[in-house]
């Protein structure tokens, strides 16, 4: 197994184990009686339902966001709200401030509001543990002190901080000509993720990496490379101006001097990229959603490959796979589809937390997959937010569709909520309808800039 995803797993079994999942029951959710009278109700508009499920999933970040911070919570239980009720998430902190933009648009929230909490999450940053520059993956929402992710993971964590930085510069973009008030904060959001030391990083090496820790330093030793979810941590890297890197690092690095492609084909689609772990139907749905929440993949493309071109693929093949249904799952199907990491249950009735792709299909279905896939896939991800919706009183809660369920297993619901599935749908689908995030992110000239050094094509270059 490639190490990128070995760890990803390992991390995430010991985060179920860190969570006291033994407080958390599953509940199967009782299939309707089909002999029982519906009464029919009005039918809802694509732009209606689209703007029901932003809103409705925009209050996993603002009704039930940390709080004393204002940041992400790791997750949430509706029914059980103990559960890591102060574990913030740096990554899905990042995803929350591009929602809080959405929501300030959308008129969830006046815009007085969202800077408000814009300025509490901020304040909450500059003052937590940072490692290097580098925030740890969780924080300790009411002393701003790092929680170990793992007995080695206690340091600052690349990645997450990537996705940070993507939703500080959406900030930064934002507020930067609005009041006095609004322009400060604006330069706060860009002053935190240039302190980052992206550099620091690479070990002197032609990489970066993903951990450092005061305690291990670099034992944990995981180089990012591609292709997988850690894109957005090269463009972010190579667009400081005070801790940047080189090409070299991203050619020796994410695109392994040109190992990262493939010429794997399934169900009539190139992959055109080697998939860690997942060479021949691809991996999870969320390596094509975090680093283009902001990153436009629009006519992206660099010395290897189009990155438009592998998201609409990976999507593609995704959808089809669960269209076929080797598996014969109960359920799938043209408007039931969308593999990606997500809580998930086993045959044998043991739940936790998986990694679904074609090549470990659990059938379980996490309707993040499918709805933040809307850019690339708009038909077919509005049949699956169809069938959601259709499915409400089962699948839909009180931040958003529920993170995981399954037709398959009487058609059991995980009836929580994780952050960084929570984001990309609220954000992709307003880069589906306006392009708001996408336009804010490459507007910035430090990430065009970036984008430069890396030898990228992009659009409105």
Same mark, same amino acid.
């Given at each position: 197994?490639?190490?990128?995803?070995?760890?990803?797993?390992?991390?995430? $079994?010991?985060?179920?184990?860190?969570?006291? %999942?033994?407080?958390?029951?599953?509940?199967?959710?009782?299939?309707?009686?089909? %002999?029982?009278?519906?009464?029919?109700?009005?039918?809802?508009?694509?732009?209606?339902?689209?703007?029901?499920?932003?809103?409705?999933?925009?209050?996993?970040?603002?009704?039930?966001?940390?709080?004393?911070?204002?940041?992400?919570?790791?997750?949430?239980?509706?029914?059980?709200?103990?559960?890591?009720?102060? &574990? *913030?998430?740096?990554?899905?902190?990042?995803?929350? =401030?591009?929602?809080?933009? *959405?929501?300030?648009?959308?008129?969830?929230? !006046?815009?007085?509001?969202?800077?408000?909490?814009?300025?509490?999450? @901020?304040?909450?940053?500059?003052?937590?543990?940072?490692?290097?520059?580098?925030?740890?993956?969780?924080?300790?929402?009411?002393?701003?002190?790092?929680?170990?992710?793992?007995?080695?993971?206690?340091?600052?964590?690349?990645?997450?901080?990537?996705?940070?930085?993507?939703? $500080?510069?959406? &900030?930064?973009?934002?507020?930067?000509?609005?009041?006095?008030?609004?322009? @400060?904060?604006?330069?706060?959001? /860009?002053?935190?993720?240039?302190?980052?030391?992206?550099?620091?990083?690479?070990?002197?090496?032609?990489?970066?990496?993903?951990?450092?820790?005061?305690?291990?330093?670099?034992?944990? #030793?995981?180089?990012?490379?591609?292709?997988?979810?850690?894109?957005?941590?090269? &463009?972010?890297?190579?667009? %400081?101006?005070?801790?940047?890197? +080189?090409?070299?690092?991203?050619? !020796? +690095?994410?695109?392994? /001097?040109?190992?990262?492609?493939?010429?794997?084909?399934?169900?009539?689609?190139?992959? =055109?990229?080697?998939?860690?772990?997942?060479?021949?139907?691809?991996?999870?749905?969320?390596?094509?959603?975090?680093?283009?929440?902001? @990153?436009?993949?629009?006519?992206?493309?660099?010395?290897?490959?189009?990155?438009?071109? *592998?998201?609409?693929?990976?999507?593609?093949?995704?959808? /089809?796979?669960?269209?076929? #249904?080797? /598996?014969?799952?109960?359920?799938?199907?043209?408007?039931?589809?969308? $593999?990606?990491?997500?809580?998930?249950?086993?045959?044998?009735?043991?739940?936790?937390?998986?990694?679904?792709?074609?090549?470990?299909?659990?059938?379980?279905?996490?309707?993040?997959?499918?709805?933040?896939?809307?850019?690339?896939?708009?038909?077919? !991800?509005?049949?699956?937010?169809?069938?959601?919706?259709?499915?409400?009183?089962?699948? $839909?809660? &009180?931040?958003?569709?529920?993170?995981?369920?399954?037709?398959?297993?009487?058609?059991?619901?995980?009836?929580?909520? @994780?952050?960084?599935?929570?984001?990309?749908?609220?954000?992709?689908?307003? #880069?589906?309808?306006?392009?708001?995030?996408?336009?804010?992110?490459?507007?910035?000239?430090?990430?065009?800039?970036?984008?430069?050094?890396?030898?990228?094509?992009?659009?409105?270059?």
């Amino acid at each position: 197994m490639n190490k990128t995803l070995g760890y990803y797993l390992l991390t995430i $079994l010991i985060l179920w184990s860190c969570s006291g %999942s033994d407080d958390y029951t599953y509940v199967p959710t009782e299939l309707p009686n089909e %002999s029982e009278e519906t009464v029919d109700e009005p039918e809802i508009t694509d732009a209606e339902l689209l703007d029901l499920i932003q809103e409705t999933t925009f209050k996993y970040f603002w009704d039930f966001a940390e709080v004393n911070s204002g940041c992400a919570r790791e997750r949430y239980h509706p029914f059980d709200t103990s559960n890591n009720a102060n &574990v *913030v998430t740096t990554g899905g902190t990042g995803f929350g =401030l591009m929602a809080i933009i *959405v929501g300030i648009e959308r008129g969830f929230i !006046s815009r007085e509001e969202g800077v408000e909490r814009f300025d509490k999450i @901020l304040s909450f940053l500059a003052a937590a543990d940072r490692f290097h520059g580098a925030w740890p993956h969780w924080i300790n929402g009411t002393s701003g002190e790092v929680i170990p992710f793992s007995t080695e993971d206690d340091g600052g964590d690349l990645v997450e901080t990537a996705f940070l930085a993507q939703g $500080l510069i959406c &900030v930064y973009e934002y507020l930067k000509e609005g009041t006095d008030s609004e322009r @400060l904060l604006a330069e706060k959001a /860009n002053d935190l993720w240039k302190g980052v030391e992206w550099d620091w990083y690479t070990q002197d090496q032609e990489v970066l990496y993903w951990h450092w820790s005061p305690t291990y330093d670099f034992s944990i #030793n995981m180089e990012l490379t591609g292709y997988n979810e850690v894109l957005i941590a090269y &463009v972010m890297a190579a667009a %400081s101006s005070d801790h940047g890197i +080189g090409k070299e690092v991203y050619t !020796s +690095g994410w695109a392994s /001097n040109g190992g990262v492609l493939s010429s794997n084909t399934a169900y009539g689609y190139p992959l =055109l990229v080697k998939h860690n772990g997942a060479e021949n139907y691809g991996g999870p749905l969320f390596w094509s959603h975090y680093s283009y929440l902001g @990153l436009n993949p629009k006519e992206l493309s660099d010395d290897y490959v189009n990155y438009w071109n *592998v998201n609409l693929n990976h999507s593609k093949i995704n959808y /089809n796979h669960c269209v076929e #249904n080797p /598996n014969e799952y109960e359920g799938y199907g043209e408007d039931c589809w969308g $593999l990606t990491a997500s809580y998930s249950r086993n045959s044998d009735g043991t739940t936790g937390y998986a990694a679904h792709k074609p090549e470990n299909d659990l059938g379980v279905i996490s309707p993040t997959a499918a709805i933040s896939a809307m850019p690339y896939t708009p038909d077919e !991800s509005m049949a699956a937010l169809r069938y959601f919706y259709k499915n409400k009183d089962k699948l $839909l809660g &009180v931040a958003g569709f529920y993170d995981a369920f399954s037709p398959e297993y009487d058609y059991w619901v995980a009836e929580a909520y @994780l952050a960084i599935d929570q984001g990309p749908q609220i954000i992709m689908i307003e #880069n589906y309808r306006t392009g708001l995030l996408w336009n804010l992110y490459m507007q910035n000239t430090d990430v065009k800039a970036g984008l430069d050094k890396l030898g990228f094509n992009y659009a409105g270059k």
